[in-house]
């Protein structure tokens, strides 16, 4: 579903422009550098498709040593992000309106520790497989911006895609932990998303892994043909 046009959309995107990165001093430029928007950060963690940004405020001001930079592609989501991240005046948080398949030209190897992608696009059918964030060519992608044992944290209520994700990440030399198929079984576990939080009170089990970078395999890629 399309998200609903904002109200006075600019004039909020402009309040905002602290913590929006940008042309003229564009992402790409700061590629191998954006440690240096908070020096004494011990990690730097990218969040893929942020959405209206509750996980990345509240994950971020838990954890102030960390940079995350979350990325989004739609103005209408972003802005409710980014006046979040201002509402609380949290210092550790940038947004890019950015595509994640530009990944590689945005960060320098090894410059990210983690990325998280929560309750991504399932792109369903065979012919939108190479779509999905978790799909092989994806995963190469992150593999130019992940150091070995870089951690990539997926959560998706789709069980079908997870299904898929589970064989696409050891493919790719991702080696998996904490894999569950119904994350708040015992209770709500981590910090939630808005979304998130709608389907587990409908009673839909959330599933979550782990996967870290291990080495390039040595077989060639195979054709994604299966469902997800």
Partial sequence: MRMRRKPNLIP????????????????????????ELLPQA???????????GRFTA????????????????????LVVAMERVMGLGLE???????????????????????IYINFCDPWPGN??????????????????????GGEIHFKTDNRDLFEWSLFQFPAGGYSLSQVTRDLHADGICGIMTDYEEKFHN????INRCVAA????????SQPETAEP
């Avoid at 409908?202 to 089990?205: D, N």
């Fill in 92 to 114: 550790n948080v940038y947004f890019l309106c950015e595509d994640a398949a530009r990944l590689p030209e945005l960060f320098a190897p090894g410059e990210v520790d983690r």
């Fill in 202 to 205: 409908l009673g839909t089990p």
């Fill in 42 to 52: 011990r990690e730097l963690r990218v969040e893929l498709g942020c959405g209206k």
């Fill in 12 to 35: 909020r995107m402009e309040r905002c422009a602290r913590v929006l990165l940008s042309a003229p001093a564009g992402p790409a430029e700061r590629r191998g550098h954006w440690r």
């Fill in 58 to 77: 509240e994950t971020a001001a838990q954890e102030p040593d960390v940079l995350f930079l979350a990325i989004e592609r739609v103005p209408d989501a």
């Fill in 213 to 220: 970078l291990g080495p390039q395999p040595e077989e060639a």
């Fill in 127 to 148: 012919r939108h497989a190479k779509r999905r964030l978790t799909s092989r060519g994806f995963l190469d992608l992150y593999r130019q911006v992940l150091p070995l």
